[in-house]
């Protein structure tokens, strides 16, 4: 569904908007949807049976580099988080969609990387309601339903995966939005305050996902490492911390967060 924004702006408390993009990033858009079609997904190759990503290199293509750092997709996430943003990744995601898997990104929850960022979600090819697309809960709502499920005792962690039955008694399915589109469509989604799930569907989806943090996110390195030289200092501050270290470090942030619950659940 393609929500009519002022300014190609993201609202603050609904937390999420799709917008057209333009042809120049349509055309770059379509470069990647034919290599996603070269692509053999093997499903045992994955850690998610249900979503099978494949990251793509910025360094080395040079339509998702221009794609991800053009002012189209970065001024609304800049506008929306307060500050220039930094980017993470980019990945295809392809949904086989042949089985329900309970307990997982299939089921409502929110993400747990930050308390703001923003996931831009772009169809490689059409995504329809049969393609499971991904279904959200505004921001503000979203916000609520946190508040009432911490507060009856039904989770204890911000991740936590829900039941539809769960959402539904809180949120009526007429206030869950399905982000269908295609080609040229682009749906900015803040994951970590707006309820969703996704690949729920009988169809298969393909999509290209960019991931943008704040500055401020914990997985975020304290300077800039990457020796590689950039176009301006815009690019420096949106891929600058885009290297090796990066997702070594957020490893370690979670095998280390892990451990001390761990240490806590064997203490109480």
Known sequence: MLRSIKANSIP????????RLGPENTERLRVIRDLARQMEWDVGAHKKPHLLMQDLDIHSSREVRALASSSEVVDPIAAYLGSYPVFQYAAIWH????????????????????????KCFMPLEDIEEENGPLTVIRADTSERLF???VQDGTITERNTKLDDDV?????????????????????FVDTSRCYHFGSRGTRPRTLLQLHYYTMAAVMVPLFIRNTRKYADEK??????????????????YWARAMSQRGQQDVAA
């Open 235 to 252: 690019e420096t501050l949106l891929f600058g911390y885009h290297h090796d270290l990066f997702r070594n470090r957020r490893r370690r």
């Open 147 to 149: 508040d009432q499920l």
């Open 167 to 187: 959402i539904e008694r809180l949120v009526p399915k007429e206030n869950w939005e399905s982000l269908t589109g295609k080609l040229g469509d682009a749906s």
């Open 95 to 118: 949904s086989p969609n042949t089985k329900y898997y309970a307990g997982r990104s299939q089921d409502f929850h929110l993400d747990g990387e930050d308390l703001r960022q923003v």
């Open 12 to 19: 603050d408390d609904v937390g999420y908007a799709t917008i």
